[in-house]
């Protein structure tokens, strides 16, 4: 069975940093494109980042030059977030692409709360 289980998320003040972290388990053979979405009360959820396993990065407009995405080889990935605003409040999910013995699906996690504000 293969889990997704986030960290990191929390209370912070505007202009404030946070970085979330997502690892994956279970019986993986391989992962491919890993991602955050988020979903703010009342919205629908949004992508904010994805990274392909080349390292290749894409991100929703209103985080460029704020947030960074990065993974590493022990099947997490990660989200620096720099510069918070408060309407970068909302819950946060991470997702990704994985090859197990029933094939290839998307999995997600169970999501971790950011709150800005003062």
């Known amino acids: 069975q293969v889990q997704l289980v986030e960290s990191g998320g929390g209370l912070v003040q505007p202009g404030g940093s946070l970085r979330l972290s997502c690892a994956a388990s279970?019986?993986?053979?391989?992962?491919?494109?890993m991602g955050w979405h988020r979903q703010a009360p009342g919205k629908q959820r949004e992508l904010v980042a994805t990274?392909?396993?080349?390292?290749?990065t894409n991100y929703v407009d209103s985080v460029k030059d704020r947030f960074t995405i990065s993974r590493d080889n022990a099947k997490s990935v990660y989200l620096q977030m720099n510069s918070l605003k408060p309407e970068d409040t909302a819950v946060y999910y991470c997702?990704?692409?994985?090859?197990?013995?029933?094939?290839?699906?998307?999995?997600w996690g169970q999501g971790t709360q950011v709150t800005v504000s003062s």
């Open positions: 997702n990704a692409q994985i090859n197990t013995s029933v094939g290839i699906k998307t999995y």
């Open positions: 279970g019986s993986i053979f391989s992962l491919y494109k």
């Open positions: 990274i392909t396993t080349s390292g290749r």
